[in-house]
């Protein structure tokens, strides 16, 4: 089984910073990709930013110039550099894991860090 365990989640004022960890564990044999998603009250969950196995990024348009997303390959750990925070950026933070486990390919969730950002 794998279990993905996010931190890093906190209550900031806007224009504050915030650094996310998602650390994965378990019988995984390759990571293709590990995403970070968000959910806020009484919307859908997006995609907020991804790093492929490779190092390829991508990000929602919103995010862009504020947050970075960064993996470390050794740990099985992904980051979310998060600056210049604003309160639509408060939601459930969620850390997804595209990997082979140990040889069928899916798709793990976290169980989700809060991230509020107000004055």
């Known amino acids: 089984q794998v279990q993905l365990v996010e931190s890093g989640g906190d209550l900031v004022q806007p224009g504050g910073s915030l650094r996310l960890s998602c650390v994965a564990s378990?019988?995984?044999?390759?990571?293709?990709?590990m995403n970070w998603y968000r959910q806020a009250p009484g919307k859908q969950r997006e995609l907020v930013a991804g790093?492929?196995?490779?190092?390829?990024?991508n990000y929602v348009d919103s995010v862009k110039g504020r947050i970075t997303i960064s993996r470390d390959n050794a740990k099985n750990t992904v980051y979310l550099q998060m600056d210049s925070l604003k309160p639509e950026d408060t939601a459930v933070y969620y850390c997804?894991?595209?990997?082979?486990?140990?040889?069928?390919?899916?798709?793990?969730w976290g169980q989700g860090t809060q991230v509020t950002v107000s004055s």
């Open positions: 997804d894991l595209d990997g082979r486990v140990p040889i069928t390919r899916r798709n793990y």
């Open positions: 790093i492929t196995s490779g190092g390829g990024t």
């Open positions: 378990g019988s995984i044999s390759f990571i293709y990709a």
